[in-house]
């Protein structure tokens, strides 16, 4: 997906991957390979709700995509489910990301219809192409 507003030459050289490995972001990421492959950098981004200790784990995820030539970091943020998107499009802005793969509608269409959810925020206020995958 575009946003309906800006100019965007170029998409994947900087791209931002909202992780957290589920069956959703992992096909994301499979299907955002051929749009991430020049990217001179990507970012693993995974959101923890406050108190939480445990990361989401990543290794394998930056070891797969280094066998696909990418390197790749990971930024672990505190946030809730509502702030998810707000902090993915501040993280965009911030790196200068011209991508961001992520997955949508972890939860039921329903529960994200009535209270929200970061695919609904996302798709109401992307500021970069998304790519998206259920």
Known sequence: MVP???RFDRVGETALVGWNASR???L???EGLPL????????LLSAKARGEDDAVPTAELIEHLGKH???ARMELIEA???DI??????HAATLGADLIVMDAYGHSRLRETILGGTTQAMLRHMTVPTLMAH
């Open 24 to 26: 959703e972001a992992t």
């Open 4 to 6: 309906y507003a800006g």
């Open 85 to 90: 998107a707000e902090a993915m499009n501040a």
């Open 36 to 43: 991430m492959a020049a990217s001179r950098s990507v970012t």
């Open 28 to 30: 994301a990421v499979h």
């Open 80 to 82: 809730r489910d509502r």
């Open 69 to 71: 030539g990418l390197t």
